[in-house]
């Protein structure tokens, strides 16, 4: 006989919230599963990583209170916040239906959840703006009709959702004859198997009946076998792109017509007063222009579907290598290399950019020239690298990332507590490397453990390698104005006008610990310049480059002069001749050009 069970006729807010975590602790032990049956919309395998880290969020945020609407209320609000994805997205729609259409109540029954439960359902119907199913809608939909045709019958909350768990079985299961992908693909729908994993976890808190024993376990991705093979298929909107917006101007339907524009698997989420936006597009800069006439935009994001479908599908390599946007390499050498990039935070008065992303460096520098307020920077919060890193972790045997220095933002120690987290959920080896270093030095640094990865090299010598690489990488920036470092604070008004009046030109190099220096100044840019070439011709007497990077802010005839002295000097073509990043262009400035080398 199995175990009793005592029968649950109220629901309070703590008997929500731990349900709830059961249920998120099984997605996240099974994302990598399901990232490996992604196939829709995009088969670009991270449905389970978007709903890791959608559930993630909301019990690293979400405190129980005794009441059920309260605590409902907080969940639905942290999952509106913190979505990913466009599973990530529908399931955070589905719990505020459930948030909204609740009563005031500090405990429920089971007609009241039914009723909160079946009206829901509109809700993601609603938030979608092409419907498709065989999908997470309709695992959904026939979950809620299910428990609201029973309800009668039982007053038993425990009993109704153990019965349902044969109802989700055969629904999921269904899910692979209504959709044509997941029948050739021989799959379930990652979203909906989500969903179904969710409760299977609360089924589980059932039968277990242990606070203890669950806030004690520890959630640990299962790692599969690469034994399932999907059919490759071509990514034609390259960016899933997302936005929260606030003080929203305009309804859900032009909402709805304004994202279509642009892309498709277009998601409007949320209440009147904030929206959280999925779309698919290949134009995310334009679309962030255009929406900031419909609210004030607290947050974006633009995820690489091809560089996921690549992991997913098309991995060279068995080591996954990540960066930052502060990394100057160009884009034909990051697909290439399947480099994982980023993007670098910019604050431009009110208005919040991705680097190299929604805010292009041509974008940048006109907004500069227009007089717009000192762009701000921040670092890359450790929820976005634990996101990648969740992903990575699924498809690579281990990960190496190189970010920007640490004097220069908090983005490497972001990356490192990230990787510690899911290093210990996953098993896999993360290492996490300071380059010391920004711009075209980063990128050689990194174009040097990317061809080290590419050789079969292991692990643990790439990262030794990589410490001495650091060592010899140099980079000069040759500076036009000072006004920009006026502007930025990193140079007083007073010595501004002074160099301006002597026509001072600095030039900036980093020191050994990664902090920035003034290597020399002259009085024009040209001898400047001339002055970095004598110099590097000093240290490579004894030397050999191994390669270099040309960079500038909108200065080519510099950048070319630079390309033609490094190409007699070494023999060798420029690896990049590249637009220099927005996070330097800030304090160089309009004008600046530099030259990045590493020593063999």
């Known amino acids: 006989m199995g175990k009793y069970i005592q029968p649950l006729i109220q629901i309070d807010g703590r008997r929500l919230y731990y349900s709830f975590l059961a249920g998120a602790r099984k997605i996240i032990s099974s994302q990598a599963e399901l990232n490996k049956i992604n196939v829709f919309p995009v088969n670009d395998g991270d449905t389970g990583s978007n709903m890791a880290a959608t559930v993630r969020s909301i019990f690293d945020t979400v405190h129980p209170h005794r009441s059920y609407k309260v605590t409902m209320k907080r969940i639905a609000e942290a999952a509106l916040s913190n979505a990913r994805g466009n599973s990530g997205i529908i399931f955070a729609q589905f719990l505020y239906g459930l948030s909204n259409e609740t009563a005031d109540r500090s405990t429920i029954n089971l007609h009241e959840f039914s009723e909160s439960l079946r009206k829901s359902v509109r809700y993601i119907y609603e938030a979608i703006a092409n419907p498709v199913e065989g999908t997470m809608l309709t695992v959904i939909r026939e979950w809620a009709a299910y428990i609201s045709l029973q309800r009668s019958h039982s007053g038993d909350f425990i009993q109704m959702i153990l019965n349902s768990e044969k109802v989700l079985s055969k629904s ?34 059932i039968r277990n009946s242990s606070v203890r024993n669950l806030l004690r376990t520890k959630a640990e991705s299962i790692i599969l076998p690469d034994e399932m093979v999907h059919i490759p298929e071509e990514v034609h909107l390259r960016y899933c792109t997302e936005a929260i917006i606030q003080k929203v101007t305009a309804d859900t339907q032009s909402l709805t017509q304004m994202l279509s524009k642009y892309g498709d698997s277009v998601v409007v989420a949320g209440s009147d007063t904030l929206k959280h936006l999925h779309l698919h597009t290949n134009d995310p800069a334009d679309f962030f222009d255009e929406l900031r006439n ?50 670098i935070n910019i604050q431009i008065g009110d208005n919040h950019y991705l680097d190299k992303l929604t805010l292009q460096p041509t974008q940048f520098y006109k907004l500069m020239e227009e007089g717009y307020a000192y762009p701000k920077t921040s670092q890359i919060n450790e929820k976005a690298f634990i996101n990648l890193y969740s992903h990575l972790a699924s498809h690579y045997d281990s990960v190496i990332a190189v970010h920007l ?15 510690t987290l899911i290093s210990q959920e996953s098993g896999r080896l993360i290492s996490v490397i300071d380059s010391k270093n920004l711009s075209g030095a980063l990128g050689l640094i990194v174009l040097r453990v990317a061809r080290s990865i590419e050789a079969g090299l292991p692990h643990e010598q790439i990262v030794e390698m990589t410490e001495n690489w650091i060592r010899q990488a140099r980079i000069f920036v040759s500076v036009r104005t000072l006004k920009y470092m006026v502007r930025g604070g990193r140079v007083s008004p007073m010595k501004g006008w002074i160099a301006s009046v002597l026509n001072i030109n600095p030039i900036i190099s980093m020191d050994e610990n990664g902090k920035s220096m003034i290597f020399g100044k002259t009085y024009n840019q040209k001898s400047n310049m001339e002055k970095v070439m004598q110099h590097i011709k000093t240290l490579v007497k004894d030397r050999k480059i191994w390669n270099f990077i040309v960079l500038h802010a909108k200065n080519p005839r510099a950048a070319k002069w630079y390309e033609d002295q490094m190409r007699e000097l070494t023999g060798l073509d420029a690896v990049s001749v590249v637009d220099i990043s927005p996070v330097v262009g800030a304090n160089a400035g309009i004008g600046a050009a530099s030259v990045a080398f590493m020593l063999d």
Request: charged content about 20%.
């Open 405 to 419: 220095t640490g004097q220069f933002s908090g983005t490497f120690f972001s990356s490192r507590k990230a990787a």
């Open 294 to 343: 419909f609210g004030d935009i607290t947050f974006q994001k633009a995820d690489d579907m091809v560089r996921q479908s690549d992991t997913m599908y098309r991995r060279k390599w068995k080591i996954a290598l990540v960066t930052d946007s502060t990394c100057d390499l160009s884009s034909e050498l990051i697909d290439q290399y399947q480099i994982h990039v980023l993007p």
């Open 172 to 205: 999921l299961a269904e899910t692979k004859n209504k959709l044509a992908i997941l029948k050739q693909s021989n799959v379930v729908d990652a979203g909906a198997s989500g969903f179904v994993l969710f409760i299977n976890g609360i089924i589980d808190f």
